[in-house]
């Protein structure tokens, strides 16, 4: 498989992906009191958005570079 076809599937590929979850969720853990010996902690969510223009960009970019790929074979 050339290099250029593996780029443009793993493009549309991120592109879908892109679309279905409209952005990653990630838990941290934050120190509330810390007392000596007394030490409490609070998990927090948080979501770093995914507009869905990115995942529009990566699916037409992959699909012109898989449509490129193949005209020059």
Known sequence: MRTTTLLAIMLIALGVVAFGYQG???TTKEKVVDLGP??????KTKTLPLPPIVG?????GG???LIMG???D
């Open 24 to 26: 990653i969720t990630y």
């Open 63 to 65: 699909i012109v570079l």
């Open 56 to 60: 529009a960009i990566a699916l037409v």
């Open 38 to 43: 007394l030490q409490m902690t609070a998990e």
């Open 70 to 72: 193949r005209k020059k």
